[in-house]
């Protein structure tokens, strides 16, 4: 009686304020396997304090469940998938919960959307590269029935019909709105890691001031050096492999025929090709990425040995780290390219956040460089950063948290739902979508995504550039 009566006081007193939280689903979710009611769990991973600067120990997990969700199937009813979980309650290490007011802001994925209610939203197959060219082919065999099956197996062996159903495996990566009750006191997000000492902050001041800006490309400067990792290159490894990063393959003819597969089927190419960037004139050491649902979107890093080069006997290695936002197609090279987030100091701190998660990390400095140094005669276009250089103590990392070996949540639906499924959406957008009225309509759409971007990019570029400006040298022209 008395911790119910505790808990209606503490429920009763005025709210505290909204805190913004990442974790990672601790159970799979997915729209064809997933019972609306089913219970869902999320561990924490951003470090929390209270008001008073107490910091809670790591293992606070959100709990609550689906509220709704509808699959694909068939295609007879629902083109796209949907869900809705909410989370309810916070457990505590020390085993103590209390009811919190949760709020899904975003989901690690690149095909879904949330909704500002916390709905998440799935893709329509049918406005897939794949299916459109299945349905030329469809379209071309109308005149010689005998040529459409043989077609319709070319096609489908060739690029596969998407999987509009939505698939969250365990670690998962959410970002959550909680509003705690006042009572327990006020929960903020916990500053960084102690500074270093001034004798050290000096010697790390000397290692960012030598290390390099900028990667190179065919001579142009690529991406900057925002991260440095100390530790041997077994820990570099491990901890990147705890965090759930994975490599890439080399360049080939099947590869690339791969990254054409992937963009027609809008899905993840997890250890796609990277470009090769040098570090005064290196290839990387490691080349890892971390692949959202589909290629379009993904995390990707390079990271490169500093021979030579020491630090508290601890061997130096320089990463530099963006994230691809969206596809394109370039001329020069020519062929798939990636654009990538304007401020990189996000991914930075993405790497570092991931790293720090896994429990391979002894410390984390931030280090500032020189703003003569990186914005010297080099410099990319539509950059943006604080110049600081995130410094990453690495340990043994011998019993890492939550390592991730699976991404998916089950099994995907038997070949034969698959098929009528197929059958049953081509058919549902032929009817609805192929006449002139949504053809306009959509032209008129992607013309002014075209469009949106367009100007958004060149605003992002007078940004970085209206930084820049300031430090750079008078006698350079622009």
Not at 99 to 126: F, K, S
Not at 259 to 281: C, F, H, S, T
Not at 315 to 329: E, K, L, M, N, P
Request: with cysteine; hydrophobic share 45%.
């Amino acid at each position: 009686m008395k911790f119910a009566a505790l808990w209606m006081l503490m429920l009763s007193a005025p709210s505290a304020a909204q805190t913004t939280v990442d974790a990672r689903l601790l159970a799979p979710v997915s729209s064809y396997n997933t019972r609306s009611g089913a219970e869902i769990a999320a561990l924490v991973t951003t470090p929390l304090c209270l008001s008073g600067g107490a910091r809670l120990d790591s293992g606070i997990t959100l709990h609550g469940a689906v509220t709704h969700i509808h699959k694909v199937g068939l295609g007879l009813v629902h083109e796209s998938a949907g869900m809705r979980f909410e989370f309810r309650q916070v457990h505590l290490p020390d085993g103590r919960s209390f009811p919190v007011d949760a709020r899904l802001v975003d989901i690690e994925n690149a095909r879904e959307r949330v909704d500002r209610r916390g709905g998440v939203h799935g893709i329509r197959a049918t406005a897939s590269l794949s299916n459109r060219f299945g349905q030329r082919l469809a379209f071309a065999a109308i005149g010689h029935p005998f040529a459409l099956a043989p077609l319709f197996i070319l096609e489908t062996a060739a690029i596969h019909f998407p999987d509009p159903e939505i698939d969250y495996g365990i670690g998962t990566e959410v970002r959550v709105a909680i509003r705690f009750p006042a009572g327990p006191g006020q929960f903020s997000e916990c500053p960084s890691n102690a500074a270093p000492s001034p004798s050290q902050d000096a010697r790390l001041e000397a290692l960012v001031a030598a290390l390099p800006a900028w990667s190179y490309s065919s001579g142009q400067p690529q991406d900057p050096v925002t991260l440095v990792y100390l530790g041997s290159q077994e820990q570099v490894a491990a901890a990147f492999a705890a965090a759930g990063w994975t490599g890439s393959s080399a360049h080939s003819a099947a590869t690339r025929w791969n990254v054409v597969r992937a963009i027609a089927e809008d899905r993840a190419y997890p250890d796609a090709p990277m470009r090769d960037l040098l570090l005064e004139g290196a290839a990387a050491d490691f080349s890892l990425q971390k692949a959202l649902d589909t290629l379009e979107k993904r995390d990707h890093l390079r990271i490169w040995r500093r021979t030579g080069q020491q630090f508290a006997g601890r061997q130096v290695w320089a990463s530099a780290a963006t994230r691809d936002i969206a596809g394109t197609f370039s001329v020069r090279p020519f062929g798939f390219a990636h654009r990538i987030q304007t401020d990189v100091d996000l991914e930075r701190d993405k790497v570092v956040h991931d790293l720090s998660f896994t429990g391979c990390v002894d410390a984390v400095h931030y280090v500032g460089r020189p703003s003569a140094d990186f914005y010297g005669l080099d410099f990319r276009r539509g950059i943006q950063t604080d110049r600081r250089v995130a410094v990453v103590f690495l340990n043994a990392c011998q019993a890492p948290r939550l390592e991730i070996a699976e991404r998916r949540a089950g099994p995907q639906p038997p070949l034969s739902v698959r098929c009528v499924r197929r059958v049953t959406l081509t058919a549902r957008n032929h009817f609805l979508r192929d006449n002139i009225a949504w053809r306009t309509a959509d032209a008129g759409r992607i013309a002014f995504d075209l469009l949106h971007t367009w100007i958004a990019d060149r605003r992002a570029e007078a940004r970085a550039l209206a930084v820049a400006r300031p430090r750079r040298p008078a006698t350079m022209g622009w």
